[in-house]
């Protein structure tokens, strides 16, 4: 398996603050990694794709970037409704594996 | 649009089957490629990856559970079920149905899971 592993596990931030979330792939992955948001008690929701590209209505304050093994998520300016967890997840290979998940916490 | 609802039994013994369904509605599940997945979510925990199945009606499983899955599909009700054989409380989770659509750019196609059903709650004890 490709192993994903995200940090920090949790994060404290305030609104409007600038936050990045780092996920290391195992192996080169080139670019087959994708971000989600999950609120509590919900499904999770696809935020990017292919590293880089914005899900359609995704709000332009998240950001990704990253190839090969190395992986950042960017909120900037931090909104209310961005206290939760964010999920890294790989389609490199034909057995798909997800991050371990970063908690963004209010300070 | 299309959206997704996981159904089945909320409590199942251990050493015996879960069978979940997942039903596709607003679209159709035979269409060309997509993948429909299922994930799970213990208590507190992250997302773990079961399996998947395409289209063409190929699947892959997570090595871990590989022994245990089966993921189908039933053109006709527009549902793809998952069955796990002898489950304990370590299967205790969240359940969820995804697909995952193409995208493409001018170098490759990608994968994401773009629609998820809300989740079922799966509960295995005696």
């Known amino acids: 398996d490709i192993q994903m592993t995200q940090s920090p596990s949790s994060l404290s931030a305030s609104v409007g603050d600038r936050v990045t979330i780092t996920c290391r792939a195992s192996q080169n992955i080139t670019n087959y990694l994708n971000w989600y948001l999950q609120k509590p008690g919900k499904a999770p929701k696809l935020l990017i794709y292919a590293a880089s590209f914005l899900q359609s209505g995704v709000p332009s304050r998240f950001s990704g970037s990253g190839s090969g093994t190395d992986f950042t998520l960017t909120i900037t300016s931090l909104q209310p409704e961005d206290f939760v967890t964010y999920y890294c997840?790989?389609?490199?290979?034909?057995?798909?594996?997800f991050g371990q998940g970063t908690r963004v916490e209010i300070k | 649009q299309v959206q997704l609802q996981e159904s089945g039994p909320g409590l199942v013994k251990p050493s015996q089957t879960l069978s979940l369904t997942c039903t596709v509605s607003g679209g159709s599940i035979s269409s060309s490629s997509y993948y429909w997945i299922w994930i799970r979510q213990p208590a507190g925990k992250g997302l773990e990856w079961i399996g998947r199945m395409y289209t063409s009606g190929s699947t892959n499983y997570s090595p871990s559970l590989k022994s245990r899955v089966t993921i189908s599909v039933d053109t006709s009700k527009n549902q793809f079920s998952l069955k796990m054989s002898s489950v304990t409380a370590a299967d205790t989770a969240v359940y969820y149905c995804a697909r995952a659509s193409a995208y493409y750019s001018s170098e490759a196609r990608y994968y994401a899971m773009d629609v998820w059903g809300q989740g079922t709650t799966v509960t295995v004890s005696s």
């Open positions: 997840q790989q389609s490199y290979s034909t057995l798909w594996t």
